[in-house]
């Protein structure tokens, strides 16, 4: 009886846990997100290779941001679930989404802080950094990179 | 070209769905078919275990627990237990097993009977049985348990709730089969099988011994394993009917039949020192 409360009960006590404090910490990010994302909007940020040619570029340097981030439990559970059925995987998409975003803000921070006033031919990259089995062993891990090149233009 | 900076809406990278409606939907859904999986391979297992012929049965499992078998034959209890389980298996016509009796080194007395004709006896219930007829009926009552094929639907269910729940929570199957071939099997008998098990066990008893005096001493000392719980509740829970209600169907039993209730028990042999060393 006892081991099977403590069998049922860590997991479910972790998965409320989880809950709770995951979705907290991601409607805070979400907040903050949209609020740097409204200040830097007038930042240009494109993905095209060449500059256009109205630009009077006299500098240029190439810019990187980059966001690491981790599953709790109850997104991966969640999406253990949705793997017996298929579809979409909905608590991994807030969490890349934010990914994305907190990545291309860090690019823009950097670039905007060594004064330059664009950055051009952005790319975004995602590499797993470890795998997370059921066991609980290694850490899931994103990495999301964003680099483009920053330009300065002539005043 | 003019920089327009705008701010796309929200909810276009993201699928907006609340985590918990999502997680609740996902469990009754998987729920829902799991529990209809199981409830056709429940009926599955039923047809299937008339197709199965009692002699596949023993090439497949007898080895698993041959190894048991016999080990402790110098034990004079267990001696006289085969004698009276040959004895009994006499009066089943057309038995197709190939009996075999083994000892479980565990106090709490049991009995049961696993797959390929194996019956297990624990070392309590050898110790704790105070005649040969009280013995006899617990054997004919596992040689109940086989002519209904019994432990064939326990370990079949046990598989498939065993199977499916790795599939679920993760855990390797395989490691799961033998624990599961023997708890499950020990387990995993519902009441009605244990009351048409009773019947067959008194019948073989009264064809035996003439009367079914004693059969029903080993249920006498049972409820002390459910003391403390309502007997409304422990009988609704438990797979074994509760101790009086089997007693009171034997009783029936044997007012309907014409069974003497009363006669001469045979003592069993003394219990050596042997319960003492450990398997």
């Known amino acids: 009886m006892v081991e099977t409360a403590i069998n049922l009960g860590i997991p479910l006590l972790l998965l409320i846990g989880t809950y709770l404090i995951g979705s907290a910490v991601e409607r805070s990010h979400y907040r903050e997100i949209r609020i740097r994302e409204s200040r830097s909007r007038r930042f240009p940020t494109v993905n ?68 330059y006033n664009a950055v051009i031919n952005v790319r975004l990259e995602t590499s797993r950094l470890a795998s997370s089995n059921r066991k609980g062993e290694g850490t899931a891990g994103v990495e999301i990179l964003a680099f483009g090149t920053a330009v300065k233009f002539a005043k | 070209m003019e920089y327009r900076p705008r701010i796309p809406r929200e909810g276009i990278n993201v699928t ?39 002699s596949f049965e023993s090439r497949l499992f007898g080895r698993l627990w041959s190894a048991d078998a016999g080990s402790e034959q110098e034990d004079p209890r267990l001696e006289a237990a085969t004698a009276v389980l040959g004895r009994l298996a006499s009066h ?33 219930l050898l110790e704790s049985v105070e005649s040969e007829n009280e013995l006899a009926f617990i054997l004919g009552h596992e040689l109940g348990h086989f002519r209904n094929r019994d432990h064939l639907r326990a370990l079949g269910r ?16 395989a490691e799961s089969v033998p624990r599961v071939a023997t708890t499950l099997t020990q387990n995993g008998f519902a009441r009605e099988q244990e009351r048409e098990a009773d019947t067959f066990g008194i019948a073989l008893v009264q064809a035996e011994y003439g009367h079914v005096a004693g059969t029903d001493g080993f249920f006498r000392r049972l409820p002390d394993a459910t003391a403390g719980i309502g007997d409304e509740f422990a009988s609704y829970l438990a797979t074994h009917p509760v101790s009086e209600a089997r007693i009171e169907a034997l009783r029936s039993l044997a007012r309907e039949n014409g069974w003497s209730v009363t006669g001469e028990l045979t003592t069993l042999p003394r219990l050596t020192s042997g319960h003492s060393r450990g398997s």
């Open chain 2, 158 to 173: 046990g598989l498939i709730v065993s199977l499916t729940l790795s599939a679920l929570i993760g855990g390797s199957a």
């Open chain 2, 16 to 54: 907006e769905r609340h985590p918990l409606s999502e997680l609740v939907i996902l469990i009754a859904g998987i729920a829902a078919v799991v529990a209809a999986l199981v409830v056709a391979a429940f009926a599955f297992i039923e047809v299937a275990i008339r197709w199965v012929p009692p």
């Open chain 2, 92 to 124: 089943w016509e057309g038995n197709p097993y190939e009996l075999q009796l083994a000892i479980m080194e565990e106090q709490t007395p049991n009995a049961f009977a696993v797959p390929g004709g194996m019956i297990y006896l624990t070392r309590g």
């Open chain 1, 48 to 115: 095209l290779r060449t500059p256009p040619k109205s630009w009077n570029i006299v500098g240029a340097e190439m810019v990187t941001g980059n966001v690491v981030i981790s599953i709790d439990y109850f997104k991966r559970f969640l999406a253990g679930l949705r793997m017996l059925v298929g579809g979409r995987v909905t608590s991994y998409e807030s969490l890349l989404d934010r990914g994305r975003r907190e990545a291309i803000l860090r690019l823009k921070e950097a670039a905007f802080e060594r004064g």
